[in-house]
């Protein structure tokens, strides 16, 4: 199902005023219906490494298998949606690679990346993460984030030892406890929700989120809910306005119809996978 016209998406990073480099990595693909966005840590250059890795390989992975087979259908013998287990199996295979360039380059050691990502299928949402980057969804003019930070202050107020208010000015901001690539294993945590016409689902990295209260977030989108582009360059500023310490990205999907499957195929999830994603970050490298 191509979703061409019945998503519309608008992707934007900005270096923010202090980084030297762009450690944020965002892609799209409105034929597949695939949002993806990577906020990379790491020395000099390697969290760009990190993160680009992650949103090329993944992005290539999907396209590969999905573009040949009809998405949207139900995998019965293992009661999985099957770009659920495209999507488990390509980031398994990013964390892989980036875990392993990581032990073998010694100015990439230790890099990593967060990572949010999103299917549109069938009415649905498949959302993955991993780290603090976020996911929210504006629905009838109310904004709701729907990932949980994988991070040491979301552990502190689930476990109700600080406050949401007190999170905002703790020196634990950016400590993260789960990444891509950092260790030679790492956990998705991926859900699923019902689609509705005229929602807007907004990915971020923490560069928005830290300086950007979401009630100013809310704000945005339902004022500019029918200029995706300003909204995105309005909510990029806002965050430089409050101090641009950190890059900033964002992507807004806006749904404009419904997108429900016609077809019974199965995905045939074993297909040879090109990687000519690789060429493109190994002259990082050197």
């Not at 993460?129 to 990932?147: A, E, K």
């Amino acid at each position: 199902m191509n979703l061409n016209g019945i998503l519309e998406i608008v992707r934007l990073t900005d270096v923010g005023l202090l980084r030297e480099h762009n450690e944020d990595a965002i892609a799209s693909d409105d034929t597949m219906g695939f949002v993806i966005l990577a906020d990379g840590m790491g020395g000099y250059k390697a969290g760009e490494v990190a993160s680009e890795m992650a949103v090329l390989s993944i992005t290539a992975e999907l396209k590969e298998v999905i573009q040949h087979t009809q998405p949207g259908k139900i995998d019965t013998q293992l009661g999985l949606q099957s770009e659920a287990r495209l999507i488990l199996n390509a980031v398994k295979n990013a964390n892989e690679a980036i875990y392993n360039v990581s032990q073998t380059q010694q100015q990439c050691a230790g890099m990593g990346t967060t990572l949010v990502l999103g299917m549109f299928t069938n009415n649905k949402l498949l959302v993955g993460h991993i780290g603090d980057s976020r996911m929210y969804r504006l629905r009838d003019q109310i904004l709701s984030q729907i990932t949980e930070d994988h991070s040491l202050l979301q552990q502190q107020i689930t476990a109700g030892q600080i406050t949401k208010e007190q999170a905002k000015y703790s020196d634990n901001r950016n400590l993260v406890t789960r990444a891509l690539g950092v260790e030679s294993v790492v956990e998705l945590t991926l859900n699923e929700y019902a689609v509705e016409v005229h929602d807007i689902y907004l990915l971020c990295s923490d560069g928005l989120t830290d300086l950007v209260e979401d009630h100013d977030i809310q704000a945005t989108l339902n004022t500019l809910a029918s200029n995706l582009a300003y909204a995105a360059h309005t909510l990029v500023q806002l965050a430089n306005d409050n101090g641009g310490n950190d890059n900033i990205s964002v992507i807004l999907v806006k749904v404009n119809g419904s997108f429900e499957a016609q077809h019974t195929d199965k995905i045939n999830p074993t297909g040879k996978i090109k990687r000519a994603w690789a060429d493109i970050f190994f002259g990082w490298l050197k």
